[in-house]
Every structure is written in C-alpha cells, then in structure tokens.
C-alpha cells in the first residue's frame, strides 16, 4: 500500500470539502491548521463570521463547524486514511472544536464513503416549494440510521407534531422580523453583486409559502420590488427533528456531523432539503420542541426533506482563505 501524504495538493482538496459545509447565513465560520509533526488538521472557530444575534450561544456555530468536521472526515477517509477525530481536544482552547489525526492508511474504504464523497459537492440548501411526492420509509430510515452514526436522533413526527413545530417555527420567524437587532444582522448577510464569498447571495432567496403553511425564513434583505412572489409549498411537509441527549458545546458539534451526515445520505438518495432553524434562536421556542411523547432529548434542527427542483448554490471561501500556516 502506497504510504499516503500530507502535502499541499492533499490538504487543499481536504479543507475544500470541508468548507462545502452548511452554515447559519452561509458563514462559514471556521479555520484550518495543520500541525504536521503530528499530522494532524485542526478545525477552529471563527468568531469575526459569528452570527450573534440570532445564534448568541453559539450552538448553531458549533453545528456549523462539526458539519465541516464530518466533510473533513468524509473527504480524508476518501483519500485512504482512517482519520481519528476529537472533538474539543483542548480545554485551554476553546476555540479549537475539533482536531483530525491524518497518520494511519485505512486497509479498506469504509462502506458508502464515495457516494457520501461524491454527495459533499452536490448538496446544498433549498429554499424553494418540493413536489407531493414522498420520501420513501427505507430512504427515510437510511438517514434515522446516519444520524445514529453521529451519536445523535433523527425522529419523525406525525401529521399533529408537523404542524406544533411548524406553527413554533411562525412564532419564532415573527419574533426574529421583528426584532431589530436580528432583522438587521440577517440583512447584513445577504450578498449582491459583487460581494465576499459567503453570505447568501439574493438569487438564493427562496419565496414565502402562498397558503401560510410552512414559514421560510424571510430575510427581509432586498428591496420589496425585488421579493419573489409567493408559491406554493408542498401539501404534507416531511419534517425530520434531529435531537441529541444533552446540550453541551460537544453535542451541538454532534449535531452538526449528524447534520451533515443526514444531509449528504439524503443527496445521495436525490432527496432535497431546507434547514428550519428559526425556533432554535429563541430558548423558551427551542423548549417547547422536544416532543413530551418521545424520550427526553434537545432539539438541535429542524430538516425538510422532499423532491423538487435544484436551487441556487452558495459561495465558498478558497481553502486559502480559511487557512492559516502551522
């Protein structure tokens, strides 16, 4: 077996599916450093692109980068390691959420990893209405089985429960338009023209739902004239709850590779997904989403899945400007 190496080619390839990553607003708030007497890829915070406002715990933060962990870990495992990662390595460095361990070759590819691999660069975020049609059982259960995988829960409520967590996410989307500091901050990440690699770029900007079912995030960014009229969703919303057992800084990292790892089984499949964070924002909302009925968990995101048609792609940061020499 070829011995494997950690050069530069290697490593931009590494750190380019990691940054292909989800974030809150697309922001990519994260940084990469390779310490190589160790041979090992550190994975840290970057707090100048928090989102503050919405996200003052930090939690969807932490999603954020543990869902560039799970690509970093994808892509390296693609590569022909067997990639040891930690999360939170370091209490003297908070920062420093996670560190990947290149310096063992895999003696086989673990099961699924090129579909996953070849998935980081298909997936992306839709915020457009999907068909009727639904996703099959097993598909569904495929990814309830990926979430496993990330010591986190992926739960799917009946018709009752959809629509109790939709109508808390309508309460939290009123709350977050109302509130000026994070209608001001979700403005503030809407990118037109030309404009720095992250952020959501106007043309990504999905339409508000004809009949009032499902509350899309509006962030109220662009000139009325220019909002796009408003569509019909889909009927009978699919709506996937991803849960952890607790609520530490390593679990919202959990859920962030869970996230990721969901999201990825499910492009694999040709199965679409938004993400519903707004009840997430506002603590008291965010309680009120754990189901009573199920066992006690936090809910960490709200995921629709469906069918529809390819939506607008997000920019990424150069792996260059993400990361800094060791």
């Given at each position: ?52 406002a919405?996200?003052p ?61 070849e ?78 690699p ?17 509350p ?34 390593e ?25 519903l ?16 009925h ?19 792609r ?13």
């Amino acid at each position: 077996m070829p011995t494997l190496a950690l050069d530069a080619p290697t490593l931009e390839k590494l750190v380019s599916a990691a940054v292909a990553a989800p974030s809150i607003h697309n922001s990519q708030p994260w940084r990469f450093r390779l310490q190589p007497d160790t041979s090992t890829l550190e994975v840290r915070a970057d707090r100048s692109r928090a989102v503050t406002a919405a996200d003052p715990q930090g939690q969807a933060l932490h999603i954020s980068v543990g869902a560039a962990v799970l690509n970093l870990r994808v892509a390296a495992r693609h590569l022909g390691w067997a990639p040891d990662v930690r999360l939170l390595p370091d209490p003297a460095e908070p920062d420093l959420f996670a560190a990947v361990r290149l310096d063992t070759q895999a003696p086989a590819p673990a099961p699924g990893t090129e579909k996953l691999y070849e998935a980081i660069w298909r997936r992306h975020s839709i915020r457009t209405p999907f068909t009727d049609v639904p996703v099959p059982r097993a598909v569904l259960d495929e990814l309830a089985d990926a979430a496993r995988a990330e010591d986190a829960a992926l739960h799917l409520p009946d018709h009752a429960e959809t629509a109790r967590l939709l109508h808390l996410t309508a309460e939290a989307e009123r709350r977050s338009t109302t509130d000026e500091a994070q209608r001001a901050e979700s403005r503030s990440w809407i990118r037109t023209g030309d404009a720095p690699p992250y952020g959501i770029p106007a043309r990504a900007l999905g339409p508000q739902d004809l009949a009032g079912r499902l509350p899309m995030r509006d962030f109220s960014a662009i000139r009325a004239a220019e909002h796009r009229a408003p569509a019909l969703f889909e009927r009978e919303p699919r709506i996937a709850v991803l849960t952890t057992d607790h609520d530490t800084p390593e679990d919202w990292l959990r859920a962030g590779l869970a996230l990721e790892h969901v999201l990825l089984a499910a492009t694999v499949h040709g199965v679409r997904a938004s993400l519903l964070h707004q009840a997430m924002e506002w603590p008291y909302l965010r309680w009120e989403a754990r189901d009573p009925h199920q066992r006690p968990g936090h809910v960490q995101m709200l995921i629709r899945l469906g069918y529809g048609p390819e939506g607008a792609r997000t920019p990424r940061l150069a792996p260059g400007e993400v990361l800094d020499d060791g």
